[in-house]
């Protein structure tokens, strides 16, 4: 523990100075945190608060075609944000043998592409929000668990955090991979939203729960690969993605053991 303290102190301007961006600063919710801080303390009291006590005494929306439009909307975004890393500077950036390279930084054209990438997918996350939103209006309780609500909250706002101040390398082929998953998990969405009929062709929702676990142990194997090669990478970023991919692989496991494999018991 002193000495993940004495190397986040040590890397502390790696944080919040040279790597600030002024760009970044001028974009939509980038120029201090109290947007992003007010959208997801809005989002946390409706959705744990304000939304289930209004719904008490109304029935559930159905939502149908606004779900319908939101999860196509959700699929065409994720397939567009896997998009952006299909070029050679992601491959560059994320291919360890730029590990055995001394003080590699990348250039101004793959920040650059790094940054907008960032804000996308931060914006993605704003987004997602809704998920929980829609949970509440209709009533669906039981979706809203810690694991969701966690996941969506701490999500979102690191995604802010990592593009106003520290956007390495690391993050491409996390938030490439999150996509993909993405992908997968709102095309079920989709066709759930559809109508019962479509339910027959739903029988692999516990693989969506297999392929976001993949996705972490990938995330988590690339993350100590960089670690062990010394990779010329912020050290502190990747320790934190690290520690909140461990976090995730247990809150997934718990939730794949209590619905699926504890059920199956009983």
């Known amino acids: 523990m002193a000495n993940f303290i004495k190397m986040v102190v040590t890397n502390y301007h790696e944080i919040v100075g040279d790597h600030k961006d002024p760009v970044v600063d001028s974009w939509f919710l980038m120029s201090s945190p109290g947007p992003v801080l007010a959208i997801l303390a ?11 006590k209004m719904m008490e ?22 397939v567009w944000l ?18 055995r390279r001394d003080n590699v930084v990348p250039d101004q054209r793959t920040q650059q592409l790094i940054s907008s990438g960032a804000w996308w997918y931060f914006f993605a996350k704003i987004i997602e929000l809704l998920d929980t939103v829609f949970f509440v209006l209709r009533k ?21 955090c990592y593009l106003k101040y520290l956007p390495g390398e690391q993050g ?6 999150n ?20 339910r027959k062709y739903l029988w692999w929702k516990k693989y969506m729960t297999w392929m976001q676990l993949i996705q972490f142990g990938l995330m988590l194997i690339y993350l100590i690969v960089i670690l062990a090669m010394d ?5 502190a970023l990747t320790y934190f993605f690290v520690t909140n991919v461990i976090i995730f692989i247990y809150l997934f496991s718990d939730f794949y053991r209590k619905s699926y494999i504890k059920k199956k018991k009983v």
């Open 172 to 177: 491409l082929l996390i938030g490439f991979l």
């Open 57 to 78: 005494s109304r029935p559930a929306f159905q939502l149908k075609n606004i779900l319908i439009l939101y999860n196509a909307f959700q699929v065409i975004f994720s």
């Open 179 to 198: 996509s993909t998953v993405h992908i997968v998990m709102y095309t079920y969405y989709l066709i759930a939203a559809l109508g019962p009929q479509y």
């Open 140 to 160: 669906k309780y039981n979706q809203v668990s810690f694991l969701h609500v966690y996941h969506h909250t701490i999500t979102a706002l690191f995604s802010w």
């Open 231 to 235: 990779c010329a990478m912020p050290k």
């Open 42 to 52: 809005t989002y946390l009291l409706f959705v744990l608060k304000v939304g289930p």
């Open 82 to 99: 896997v998009s952006l890393a299909m070029n050679d500077q992601f491959l560059n950036s994320v291919y360890p043998s730029s590990c």
